[in-house]
């Protein structure tokens, strides 16, 4: 998978600029809230409920500012990336205690076809790896300054 | 009863599944913590499953991803080929576990 290809995972309107919460929870509720809004779902519960395990089994963030809530769920039906940007930074209780101001969420159905959610996750992980990435991302204000950022890697 | 037997089975499956990919994501850098309760509730799950269908099952997870699979309008969803029709019928009863003619994977029909 190309750094490009992840692009086709984002969606305009699962993107946020400033995010309002403080905390972990609340970034999770935010989030997920959005995808209940576009109608992504039917209802937050079953998907935050996931989240909330996952986070159980390890924090997803990753540390230099990031986090990466994940998993697979039956509320959806493609793989999808929400992307959130906290100004202010949360306390997410990252792996390096730091405050988080990136957010992607990956949620997954429990099967997919051409199997794409590992593959999504690794890239990801992958790019944002990369300081000087990470830096344009942090600055980046509207969906499309993401997609020509991700674009360019 | 069989029914009960095949929803565990499934649930073992998923488990086995969420472990796999749990090892996965652990590679990609994230801190995986709680596996030892997913292999404790594995452990559970395990003890109440008949030997000799959770060894038809071992075996059949080592040649394919999925070892349960369900069938959809006749259709082994694990191969894509036809299950007979009189397969279907004895399926969908409460007597025994059916496996695919064509894959040989444990089959249970959606209702």
């Known amino acids: ?10 969606n305009e309107k699962l993107f946020i600029s400033d995010l309002k919460a403080t905390t ?14 576009l109608h992504l779902i039917k209802t937050k519960d079953i998907l935050l409920e996931m989240l909330r395990q996952r986070e159980a089994l390890g ?23 929400a992307f959130a940007k906290s100004n202010a ?16 969420m990956v949620i997954a159905p429990p099967v997919e076809e051409s199997n794409k959610y590992l593959p999504v996750l690794g890239k990801l992980v992958e790019v944002l790896n990369n300081h000087s990435t990470r ?17 360019e890697v | 009863m069989v029914k009960k037997v095949l929803e565990q ?14 090892e996965e994501v652990e590679k990609l850098g994230f801190e995986i913590n709680g596996r030892q309760n997913l292999e404790e509730a594995r452990t559970e799950l395990v003890n109440k499953i008949s030997r000799p269908l959770l060894y038809s099952y071992e075996k059949l997870k080592k040649r394919y991803k999925r070892a ?5 309008n006749n259709v082994c969803l694990g191969c894509f080929q036809r299950v007979p029709t009189s397969l279907s019928v004895r399926g969908r009863d409460d ?14 029909w959606l209702e």
Do not use: W
């Open chain 1, 89 to 104: 930074g949360l306390d997410y209780s990252s792996m390096d205690d730091q405050p988080v101001h990136l957010i992607f």
């Open chain 1, 135 to 151: 830096e344009k991302i942090m600055a980046v204000k509207t969906y499309d300054e993401l997609i020509k950022c991700m674009s």
């Open chain 1, 1 to 10: 998978m190309e750094a490009k290809d992840l692009l086709n995972y984002f």
């Open chain 2, 68 to 72: 349960i699979v369900p069938v959809q």
């Open chain 2, 9 to 22: 089975l499934v649930a073992l499956q998923d488990l086995d599944m969420m472990i796999s990919e749990l």
């Open chain 1, 24 to 37: 972990k929870e609340e970034a999770l509720i935010e989030i997920v809230t959005e995808f209940e809004k």
């Open chain 2, 95 to 108: 007597t025994a576990v059916y496996t695919c003619e064509g894959c040989g994977r444990i089959l249970y």
């Open chain 1, 59 to 81: 924090t997803t963030g990753i540390g230099k500012g990031i986090a990466i809530p994940h998993g697979r769920t039956t509320v959806v039906k493609d793989v999808m990336i």
